[in-house]
């Protein structure tokens, strides 16, 4: 039977765009990304745990998501050709 996997994405961007002069705009923002990493349904996908076993290491069957969560910038220059 194949497994099911599910991961969940959020995006969320804030952008502003300055007139700097009637030739040149500055774009410049902040972005958020939360990214969660795919995960089997029912919790049957093993993962290796170096800490397991006194050391020796084992398998793991997590039914917990792990994450990851950013922020990133944003900046562009707009200008017409010939400036």
């Given at each position: 039977?194949?497994?099911?996997?599910?991961?969940?994405?959020n995006v969320l961007l804030c952008l502003d765009e300055i007139k700097v002069s009637p030739k040149l705009t500055v774009n410049v923002g902040i972005r958020y990304e939360y990214s969660q990493i795919p995960r089997e349904l029912a919790g049957e996908t093993a993962v290796f745990d170096p800490t397991l076993g006194g050391g020796q290491g084992?398998?793991?069957y997590p039914k917990q998501n792990t994450s990851a969560a950013a922020f990133y910038t944003t900046f562009g220059l707009t200008c017409p050709m010939g400036f």
């Open positions: 039977m194949p497994a099911t996997l599910q991961a969940h994405r084992g398998l793991l």
